[in-house]
């Protein structure tokens, strides 16, 4: 495929506030100390639509508004592809719990939020945007599902597309089934051409002859496999190290992306 | 520019109609729906629904039996119709099991089977029980990665799950893929199966309708939930194709507007039927038949007409085929894509269903009877909640 551009870049996790600061960590210029996230708000939104937001939601309007704030392109113009292994698990959670009782008393407010395509609704609203909007899983692979998805768009629409990869864990029940460690999400601006705002050259192939990329660092490296979002931090830390890297991330039956990344 | 029509080389369908195109096909034909008073599982509600026979009967076994739950009972079913699973097979001999990308669509997958574990939690403990998996059953991928096994293929691979519009949406995804040279053939469809989520959740939004859904209807007041899977097997067409029925053009967009309430004039919708209509180079004269969103909400039917009367004005025949086969959601867009062919293939428009007295303030020209008449190119249009769009545009190739 041919190349696409970064040009913004959001990330949120534990102790991980935002992109300068993530990069900051992840090239090892600063040290990485887990925290839990901080309070979210959802300030972009209509005060009524506000109300309705989940954890999920917050999180990853947060991630979407950072990597557009240095844009130079139009939000109303950009596409969106949003990649979650699970989508919001609590709401699931409240849904499935309100069936055991007698009347199945499902809110109406969770199941609209039950939706896989949830938090691109509320971006959609939030952006006043009107582009094609996607929402994807591909379980553990769901990032670089998406990122596969955003570079097609941004190829074959010639396409400014906004990819957010998020995860969020779950409660006891469903944790005992599906455990995720900790809530990460990020936002890759991409174009299909460079800008004064670009911080990286992508290309994109797929193999199966490699293995995926690990972090260095135990507590980044927990992260990275504890949360499928997370599978994006070995592409994050080469962007941020400003120069030419080839990442190696898992995707499906034992296949990977190769992501050459280049200032 | 327009897009490289793509040859749709084979399809079924599985919904309330029966098993395979054929049952669909003689249905339409014959003016016989499908839906009945809802009968699943425990659910204690007035309405109808589009219940697909026979799933209780037929459990995943053998390799694969992780992934048994009712909704990728519905996806095995409907790989089994009409040679569709050989056709794929065939096509992994030519092109390579690497070189087959997997798009599914679908709203719930197995949440059904979450639901079941739910009540049979540890009265201590209130754990889930031992033998519920999550990733194999309830996960979004599930049905994706199912699907993938089943066939053995390994090319790209992914579950959209934009609601309503879902497994409209693949057919854009793998057009994208396709042309960035991903894979060379691509298998996509939508399963979704009845569960207590949606009947409950659209219940609790007033959506659900008490009688058989009436699109366009004066007197419509809500949907009928149906369950479907569908698949079809997309190819790069060969210059000397000119035969087959193409994927002409697609056309997605968002509302901006609410996360379950359409835009009141239909704005979106519109984006999206302009968009398939350039993304096709056709005009909208050049369209013979609209199957339409319609899912008999007063205000979905409402929106959707002055979509459609913007783009097309009041002569192009319309219909919803809701009232057959109920809103199979996730599947929808896939079901009336394969209603889209036959309808090219076979001649014919499939009349709306259940429709009695048109409503006077919808414009678009509806289609009551299914009548028999050549058809050249169809568009389908699939709507859903957070105000995702997609259109879609049949036909054979251009000339």
């Not at chain 2, 004269?285 to 205000?299: C, E, F, M, W």
């Not at chain 2, 076979?346 to 289609?367: E, K, W």
Request: aromatic content about 8%; hydrophobic content about 40%.
């Amino acid at each position: 495929m041919k190349a696409l551009y970064v040009n913004g870049i959001g990330v949120l996790g534990p102790g991980l506030g935002g992109w300068r600061e993530s990069a900051a960590i992840l090239k090892g210029t600063r040290v990485y100390r887990y925290e839990p996230l901080p309070t979210l708000t959802a300030n972009l939104l209509p005060a009524n639509e506000r109300r309705r937001t989940t954890q999920v939601i917050k999180l990853v309007l947060n991630v979407a508004q950072e990597a557009m704030e240095p844009a130079d392109v139009e939000v109303q113009r950009v596409y969106s592809v949003f990649a979650s292994s699970g989508g919001d698990y609590e709401v699931m959670d409240k849904i499935c719990m309100a069936l055991t009782l007698a009347e199945k008393p499902v809110s109406p407010i969770h199941f609209h939020n039950s939706v896989h395509n949830a938090p691109a609704g509320y971006w959609t609203i939030a952006a006043t945007c009107s582009m094609p909007s996607l929402s994807l899983s591909a379980y553990d692979h769901s990032f670089s599902a998406g990122l596969l998805e955003a570079a097609t768009q941004v190829l074959v629409e010639r396409a400014s597309v906004l990819l957010v990869a998020y995860d969020y864990p779950s409660t006891f029940p469903l944790a005992e089934k599906r455990c995720l460690y900790a809530p990460f999400a990020t936002a890759l601006l991409l174009s299909p051409a460079r800008t004064t705002q670009s911080q990286a050259k992508l290309m994109v192939t797929l193999t199966s002859q490699d293995t995926e990329d690990r972090l260095d660092e135990a507590p980044l490296e927990r992260l990275r496999t504890g949360n499928p979002a997370a599978r994006s931090l070995p592409l994050l830390q080469a962007i941020a190290r400003g120069s030419a890297h080839r990442v190696i991330l898992p995707y499906l039956a034992n296949r990977q992306l190769i992501v050459e990344a280049a200032p | 520019m327009p897009i490289d029509p793509v040859l749709i080389s084979a399809y079924t369908t599985v919904n309330a109609l029966g098993r395979g195109v054929a049952a669909s096909l003689s249905a339409l034909r014959r003016g016989e729906g499908a839906l009945r008073r809802c009968d699943f599982d425990d659910a204690l509600l007035e309405t109808w629904i589009g219940r697909v026979e026979g799933l209780e009967d037929a459990p995943i076994t053998g390799e694969l039996a992780a992934f048994d739950c009712r909704n990728n009972r519905l996806a095995q079913l409907g790989l089994n119709q009409d040679g569709f699973a050989e056709r794929v097979l065939a096509a992994r001999e030519s092109y390579g099991a690497e070189r087959i990308g997997v798009f599914i669509g679908t709203s719930t997958s197995g949440i059904l089977e979450a639901e079941l574990a739910y009540r049979q939690r540890d009265p201590a403990t209130g754990a889930l029980p031992e033998g519920f998996s999550y990733r194999y059953t309830h996960n979004v991928f599930s049905v994706a990665d199912f699907t993938c096994r089943r066939l053995g293929l390994t090319g790209p691979a992914l579950a959209i799950s934009t609601a309503c519009s879902s497994s409209a949406k693949v057919f854009a995804s793998a057009y994208r893929h396709l042309q960035a040279g991903l894979c060379d053939a691509a298998v996509v469809g939508g399963v979704d199966s009845l569960c207590l989520t949606t009947l409950y959740g659209f219940n609790s939004l007033g959506l659900t309708s008490a009688q058989p859904c009436r699109p366009w209807d004066a007197d419509r007041n809500g949907l009928s939930i149906g369950e479907a899977a569908g698949f079809a097997l997309l190819e790069r067409t060969p210059a000397d194709n000119t035969e087959g029925i193409m994927l002409l053009g697609y056309g997605e967009s968002s509302d901006a507007y609410h996360m379950s309430s359409p835009h009141p004039h239909g704005a979106g919708a519109t984006l999206a039927m302009q968009r398939a209509l350039a993304s096709a180079g056709l005009t909208a004269a050049q369209v013979d038949y609209i199957n339409l969103h319609g899912t008999a909400t007063p205000s979905n039917d409402a929106s959707e007409d002055q979509a459609v009367i913007r783009v097309f004005g009041t002569r192009t025949p319309c219909s919803s085929t809701k009232g057959w086969t109920g809103h199979t959601l996730g599947a929808a867009g896939i079901t009336e894509a394969v209603f889209a062919c036959l309808c090219i293939e076979h001649g014919f428009i499939p009349g709306s269903l259940n429709t009695q007295r048109p409503d006077s303030r919808l414009l678009a020209h509806i289609v009551l009877a299914t009548q028999e008449q050549s058809i050249g190119v169809v568009m389908s249009n699939s709507f859903g909640f957070g105000g995702t769009n997609c259109s879609l545009l049949f036909g054979r190739k251009p000339p």
